[in-house]
């Protein structure tokens, strides 16, 4: 064994910058705190090569005296903490006095400061660490930071970083959460010389959501507030028909600072129980305010995790802010007690939240802290929490674009995929699907606009697309040696049920099955996939992490015909998509794929690649809880009873066998 000795101070520095500056996101986050924390107004980031050239930030605050410069760059050196009895009451976003620290070991510095009233302003610049010397230096009042060539000194976790655009988003994305904590203070952020992003700074957190999160976000929200005491939600949620695919439009902050927080989660969830469709979230910008003293903050060194100290407190101000939000926007029937008991709240006039309805037990069901975690926590299958559990769907609800012939028609939804078609009813034109269809129309509108030969050109397309599908639908032909199975019919809108001919019932799972053919037949395509072209392109807005995540796989979205590009500001154009969606799927695939990503398939190409193909499997399967056409049921039998589908891309089972032996013993038959 070597000797144990004490690091250098600059080998220390070095260690503690890893957990603090992780990339230009973390390096941003940390000087938008102290510009918060010095009471600035407006505020400027601007980055350069996606923050790893240039990350610099101004504010208007209060400023560093120009003897405190240097002090401001030591470890554990903090304006902000005196003694231990503060550590149990933060009320600042910074306090742990490590952040220029170890910004500074890893980068060149300029800083440049005037105090407030202060006569002249100071000047400091640092390598890697090292102070250089303090000089007098004309500037406004604040303090502006310029952080250069982000980890030079350590070649090591510069080979971590990802694509210029995609730590840009993630830069970004820490710029848009901290304006939407602090809707009083104006922020800008500059991308390489463009603005991307400016916040009024006039108070109005629905100014600060417009701006951060786009007009289609900001139209889709209600206003809630409520309280429970100390406890206090303020914000928006969206309205039940405006949910989305994931969580990546749930914002929470508490006391002003983004956090990320499975409770907030869940009792934002709970408040939409029934008012939403399987498989959707709520999205929200909701402000919590509790005592200082019942949340901690110093949980992770990111600050992003927080602690409460009354779990149920703060589940249930959210949970019952959320559930009047919504009753108050007509979202949800209020139910009579609970209408007698409302304060008859108008919102806006409103200066302090309304005080909710005093809780009764068991009057709303809530959830206690210990069933939430059990709720939350992620099941066998994996799935998150609150989406669609892996059991029946009860009688389904028209989905609002489910479009005609969903089912009853004779190739129904599968009639959209070629390869699957109905086999026994002959030859057949198969309907376009909708991008087609309206790419179709548009090229008949162009030919029309250009003369009778283009005309007859797009027809004659037209035409070949037509038989190209027929030709497709009557190639699928049953082996002649076997008797098919016997269909005995559907159960819970999801199984089907069939007879073999060797005396065995098999239950059939409907949508694990049809996963599975598309799953295959994806994958088994060589080459890029054309993607269906859109009349106009589709601008996704995307929660912070999915967008960075498909930045970084704009390529291999190309191949499965999205032709997607960076539209900026969180936001993903697509011109074209697979001809499995339609236009309204684009947005909830892209989440999908994104989510899948995050989960799975970050670094490895492969498992980004079977990420993207079981979403769009999925995508394009018919789904559980929805009456099927026999024809339907019939082609997947086949494909069951030929062996060729046994377990659905995730791993499930497609069917199960009930030999006749188990039914008699469970039948005390044998
Ligand atoms: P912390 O924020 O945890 O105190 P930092 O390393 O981030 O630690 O900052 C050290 C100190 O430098 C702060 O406590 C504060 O006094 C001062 N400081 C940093 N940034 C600014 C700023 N933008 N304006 C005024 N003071 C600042
Ligand atoms: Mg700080």
Redesign the pocket.
């Known amino acids: 064994m070597p000797l144990i000795q004490t690091l250098s101070p600059h080998l220390a520095d070095l260690i503690a910058a890893g957990e603090v500056v992780e990339r230009p996101a973390s390096v941003v986050k ?2 938008l ?3 918060i ?2 009471g ?1 107004s407006a505020v400027i980031v601007e980055l350069r090569g996606g923050g790893m050239s240039l990350i610099r ?1 101004s ?1 208007n ?4 005296a120009p003897e ?1 410069l240097p ?3 030591l470890r554990h ?5 005196r003694a231990e009895e503060d550590l149990s009451a933060i009320g ?12 500074a070991a890893v980068s060149h510095i300029e800083i440049a ?1 005037r105090r407030r009233g202060g006569e002249t302003g100071a000047r400091l610049c640092l390598n890697a660490g090292v102070p250089g010397a303090v000089e007098e230096y004309g500037c406004p009042e ?2 502006a ?1 310029f952080v250069r060539d982000l980890f030079f000194n350590t070649p090591a976790r510069m080979k971590f970083m990802k694509k210029d655009s995609a730590e840009a988003a993630a830069a970004a994305a820490v710029v848009q959460q901290t304006a939407l904590s602090h809707p009083r203070i104006s922020f800008k952020l500059l991308r390489d010389g463009a603005e991307q992003l400016y916040t009024p700074g006039d108070g109005k957190l629905l100014s600060a959501i417009y701006a951060a999160l786009g007009r289609d976000f900001a139209l889709s929200l209600l206003e809630a507030a409520g309280r429970d005491g100390p406890v206090v939600a303020e914000g928006y949620v969206t309205k039940s028909l405006q949910c989305r695919g994931t969580r990546s439009m749930q914002h929470f902050f508490v006391n002003g600072r983004y956090v990320k927080s499975p409770l907030l989660a869940a009792a934002l969830e709970e408040g939409y129980k029934n008012q939403m469709m399987k498989g959707k979230f709520p999205g929200c910008v909701l402000h919590l305010s509790l005592p200082l003293n019942e949340v901690d903050v110093n949980v992770h060194p990111a600050k992003t995790v927080v602690k409460f100290l009354r779990e149920r407190a703060v589940f249930d101000v959210v949970y019952h802010t959320v559930r009047s939000a919504l009753e108050r926007g007509g979202e949800a029937p209020a139910p009579d007690r609970a209408r007698n008991m409302l304060p008859g709240v108008s919102l806006p006039a409103a200066e302090k939240p309304p005080v909710l309805p005093e809780k009764k037990e068991g009057f709303y069901r809530t959830m206690t802290a210990g069933e939430f975690r059990a709720a939350s926590a992620p099941s066998a299958g994996g799935r998150p929490l609150g989406s669609a559990p892996a059991r029946p769907a009860p009688p389904p609800s028209p989905a609002p674009d489910a479009g005609a012939g969903r089912s009853g028609t004779p190739g129904g939804d599968l009639g959209r995929f070629c390869d699957i078609a109905p086999v026994d009813s002959g030859p057949m034109v198969l309907p376009l699907p909708v991008p087609a269809r309206r790419y179709a129309m548009a090229q008949e509108a162009e030919a029309k606009a250009n003369g009778p030969e283009k005309a007859a050109e797009a027809a004659a397309q037209e035409r070949d697309m037509d038989t190209e599908a027929g030709r497709l639908s009557c190639q699928e032909t049953l082996t002649p040696e076997e008797a098919p199975w016997r269909i005995a019919g559907e159960v819970l809108r999801t199984y089907i049920v069939a007879e073999d001919n060797e005396g065995n019932v098999w239950l059939i799972d409907k949508h694990a099955a049809h996963e599975r053919i598309n799953f295959d037949r994806l994958k088994a395509m060589a080459g890029p996939v054309m993607g269906q072209q859109l009349l106009a392109p589709e601008a996704v807005a995307l929660g912070p992490r999915e967008y960075a995540v498909l930045l970084e796989r704009l390529p291999l979205l190309n191949e499965f015909g999205f032709s997607a590009e960076d539209f900026g500001n969180g936001t993903i154009l697509c011109r074209t998509c697979p001809a499995e969606l339609e236009v309204s799927g684009i947005a909830p695939a892209l989440e999908e794929i994104a989510a899948e990503l995050l989960r799975t398939g970050r670094a490895d190409p492969k498992a980004a690649r079977d990420a993207i193909l079981h979403t769009m499997a999925c995508k394009a399967a018919i789904k559980a809880g929805m009456t099927s056409d026999e024809k339907e049921l019939r082609v997947l039998v086949d494909k069951v009873q030929r062996g060729e589908i046994q377990f659905c891309p995730h791993g499930r089972p497609v069917r199960v066998k009930l030999s006749g032996y188990e039914l008699e013993k469970m039948f005390k038959r044998a």
């Open positions: 940390e000087l705190e102290n510009a924390d010095a600035a930030v504010d605050g209060c400023g560093i405190e002090t401001a760059f050196a903090t304006s902000k903490l600042t976003l910074g306090f742990r006095g490590e952040a220029l620290a170890a910004i400061s604040g303090t930071i």
